[in-house]
């Protein structure tokens, strides 16, 4: 009798083992299956991709939640919206679930200690984020304000640090401090009024409402548009892809040809250390140089430095034009290792490298080593524009210009002309 009660509860144990086994693996989540030439993109190997939404409107930047739920910012207003909320239902990688809200068109958002940050050209604002809630209940929330009213370069890109700081780019006005705006051969201003409370980086208080950008630190000058920015937290260090001036050939024909306009200034990968100047409007970055070239709207030749001297090269240089629109450092554990700690940057695309062919519309990779980059551009995903040879943005398909990871390690690209979202996993 003895045996037998013994053998009936090894019995029931096992039988509670192998129910705990298969309910662990049928509770995990399976990847799905690649869309038909992974949506269009040319992936590295063992990487898939899927169109998880589409034609949501003129995306700019998105982020991810705990839960997996999408939230994407809009350029522009679209049925009343500036933000729209996506959540997978039934777990099949396809956001079914979309609503909207927010009032405003814009670009920053970021998710930071239970609350959904997000901007539109004049403000920053927040909402609390309460659990299983899609569309938050909160009131939004004013945290950031009175920056100076402008045209170009007016988006509000966010991001925070683990100190309870929150940093706001706030891009430049102008090309490049010109007297009269986008001029043929118009002198540059001397000093420059536009990086007092533009063309820089300020850090707010990311816990404090009803801030004024005059009672925020000057965190960084000279920094055309970061509209690239994302905070690293193993370096523990801001880090920012700026945007380089245009038309060097185009407005001085007499010291450059339409060649150099082409490939000139490069677009600059750069740790932003607090109360640096980046050399803006009086500077841009020659790669083919090497250096930090005096512009010609303060009497440069294209050879000469001058007041550039003490300008920092920057740790990375980028193809000129390709418009970085976003960072991100990859701190999943899905990519291969060689991605941990890596940066990806969205490159909208460029519009102004005529006679050539543009260039960018792409994702590249760069990878980091004991905290630095190690100076390599890896190409990660291409095939937005929907063709070999863009002659102008209006050719392309699709503009990607925002980055996410979602809680699983994947990642998340958002285009600006339709609105469509993808999902890029790693799989063995």
Not at 187 to 199: K, L, N, T, V
Request: proline share 7%; glycine share 10%; charged share 20%.
């Amino acid at each position: 009798m003895k045996l037998i009660k013994n053998s009936y509860v090894v019995f029931i144990v096992l039988a509670l083992f192998v129910n705990a086994c298969t309910s662990d693996r049928s509770s995990e989540k399976k990847l799905p299956e690649p869309d038909p030439n992974n949506a269009g993109l040319k992936l590295p190997d063992n990487f898939g991709a899927i169109v998880t939404a589409d034609n949501l409107g003129r995306g700019r930047h998105i982020t991810a939640n705990d839960n997996g739920d999408l939230y994407v910012k809009l350029r522009n207003v679209n049925n009343g919206h500036g933000i729209i909320a996506l959540r997978d239902i039934d777990g099949n990688g396809i956001m079914d679930e979309q609503k909207g809200f927010m009032p405003y068109g814009g670009t920053g958002i970021a998710i930071h200690n239970g609350y959904l940050y997000c901007s539109s050209d004049s403000n920053v604002y927040r909402y609390q984020l309460k659990k299983d809630e899609l569309v938050p209940s909160s009131e939004m929330e004013l945290i950031a304000t009175g920056f100076p009213k402008q045209g170009p370069h007016a988006t509000k890109p966010i991001t925070f640090d683990n100190e309870g700081h929150m940093y706001v780019t706030v891009g430049a006005p102008v090309n490049a401090g010109e007297e009269k705006a986008f001029s043929m051969e118009s002198p540059g201003i001397d000093p420059s009024p536009y990086i007092e409370r533009q063309a820089g980086i300020w850090q707010f208080d990311a816990n404090k409402p009803n801030q004024s950008q005059k009672d925020a630190y000057h965190y960084a000058i000279g920094v055309r548009n970061g509209l690239a920015m994302d905070w690293n937290f193993e370096t523990n260090a801001l880090y920012a892809v700026n945007h380089g001036r245009d038309q060097l050939g185009g407005f001085w024909p007499r010291v450059y040809t339409l060649e150099q306009n082409a490939d000139l200034p490069a677009e600059q990968f750069i740790k932003i250390n607090k109360d640096q100047d980046y050399g803006w409007p009086y500077c841009y970055y020659d790669h083919f140089q090497n250096k930090q070239i005096l512009g010609p709207e303060f009497g440069g030749d294209g050879k000469i430095t001058g007041r550039c001297e003490n300008i920092e090269p920057p740790l990375l240089s980028l193809p000129a034009h390709t418009a970085p629109n976003d960072l991100i450092f990859y701190t999943g554990n899905m990519f291969p290792e060689k991605y941990k700690n890596g940066a990806f940057v969205a490159l909208h695309g460029s519009w102004n490298r005529a006679p050539f062919a543009q260039m960018g519309y792409s994702i590249v990779f760069l990878p980091f080593k004991n905290g630095k980059p190690t100076g390599e551009i890896e190409e990660f995903a291409t095939g937005f524009a929907g063709k070999d040879e863009i002659k102008a943005p209006t050719d392309a398909t699709y503009r990607p210009t925002g980055l996410a990871q979602g809680p699983d390690g994947s990642l998340f690209i958002v285009d600006s002309l339709k609105g469509r979202v993808w999902r890029i996993y790693y799989y063995k």
